[in-house]
């Protein structure tokens, strides 16, 4: 498992001048998760394929009977601090946020400003969902006194 924080908060509440920082670039990220209900139980699959969780449904809910791979989750500051493999929805938001924290480390951000997060849910056919979370923000990198 792989785990990812971000502190995000509004413009407004940095009490920074426009001169202290430069906005880099508007990034986004998404994430899919594929819900797919089998005989029995469900099987959850990120976009790539480098995460699968298999369940058994039983009285009490969902018990995971397999785990294939490598969970990747990223929070923002503000977000819940859980993640839950058995909730396709709150696996994509976190594995979006994981994919948006990468690139702004790779731009040299230093946050991300006004972060907007947004899920669609298409029900793709008798059996199968898919979860998609678009997540997307202005990277930013604070001015140094050099």
Known sequence: ??????????????????????????ITAEAS???????????????????????????????MTKFKGFFKVGYLHNDQAN??????????RKLAIYRLINISNEMGADGIVEPVVSTNVVQEDKNTVIFKTTVSGKAIRLKTND
């Open 33 to 63: 998760i594929i819900y797919k209900e089998t005989f029995g139980g469900v099987k959850i699959t990120d976009d790539n394929g480098e995460c699968e969780v298999t369940y058994k449904i039983t009285k009490t809910g969902l018990t």
């Open 1 to 26: 498992m792989a785990v990812n924080t971000v502190n995000t908060i509004g413009l407004s509440e940095l009490n920074l001048e426009r001169k202290d920082y430069e906005v880099l670039d508007r």
């Open 83 to 92: 993640a839950s493999i058995s909730n396709p929805e709150d696996f994509a």
